[in-house]
């Protein structure tokens, strides 16, 4: 039972150009979460996704960042015209069931390090 | 913000010791997890304790909560090297309008000398 699966694993890109981050959740789960994470910090929460939808993306930057979870395939984190800013560690999380009154174990995938120049 | 933070920012101790590690938040919660990163590594999770109980165990760790202090503790106990990692809390927040977000500390750096 594979758990959740990021790729890339590493990714360099100059300033201005896209970002593509990919998260496949464990098998079952329907609900998946993006974080950002600093050099030296806690994880910060990004985005909520369910299946075709977005629950909550009050922790993502309202311009060049985007993040989508199709009926088939990936959840997709897009950060378009990368500053150096954006230069961090970018992890998904993904859960079996949503927010209820009780929240779900998330589980972490490894993670992908973005370094942009 | 709900942000946890965990107390000490850093723990250095000898294989066979016991650690405890602190975390405190602001806001009323319905869960707290605990999380292990090892160095450029994901997220391990190792333990959720929900709002309506006081302590549980998993193997070598033992993790409390006090809602009335807003404050739990993990304690891994006859430690390995193999236990050196970062130890992160992360909460929820019991209003509707953030559930399915967690909120992250800073983390404890925990370093176990052989």
């Known amino acids: 039972n594979a758990g959740v699966m990021q790729n890339p694993r590493h990714l360099v890109r100059r300033r201005g150009q896209e970002a593509r981050l990919r998260c496949s959740p464990m098998k079952g789960h329907s609900h998946v979460y993006w974080y950002r994470q600093l050099p030296e910090e806690g994880l910060k929460f990004m985005v909520y996704?369910?299946?075709?939808?977005?629950?909550?993306e009050s922790g993502m930057p309202k311009e060049r960042f985007s993040a989508e979870f199709p009926k088939e395939g990936p959840s997709i984190l897009r950060i378009q015209q990368v500053v150096r800013g954006d230069s961090a560690a970018y992890f998904c999380a993904s859960s079996a069931l949503g927010a209820g009154v009780f929240l779900e174990t998330q589980y972490f995938g490894p993670g992908t390090r973005l370094l942009v120049l | 913000s709900q942000q946890g933070e965990e107390d000490p920012q850093a723990l250095s101790i000898q294989e066979g010791e016991n650690a405890t590690m602190n975390c405190s938040y602001k806001?009323?919660?319905?869960?707290l997890q605990w999380y292990r990163q090892n160095s450029g590594r994901g997220l391990v999770h190792l333990i959720l304790?929900?709002?309506?109980?006081r302590e549980k165990h998993s193997g070598r760790l033992r993790v409390t909560l006090d809602t009335s202090k807003k404050s739990s503790s993990l304690l891994i106990t006859a430690s390995r090297a193999a236990d050196t990692a970062s130890y992160f809390c992360a909460t929820d927040e019991s209003r509707g309008s953030t559930l399915g977000r967690l909120y992250f500390g800073r983390g404890t750096q925990l370093t176990v000398w052989p």
């Open positions: 996704l369910q299946k075709e939808n977005i629950i909550d």
């Open positions: 304790i929900r709002s309506n109980e």
């Open positions: 806001t009323s919660i319905n869960n």
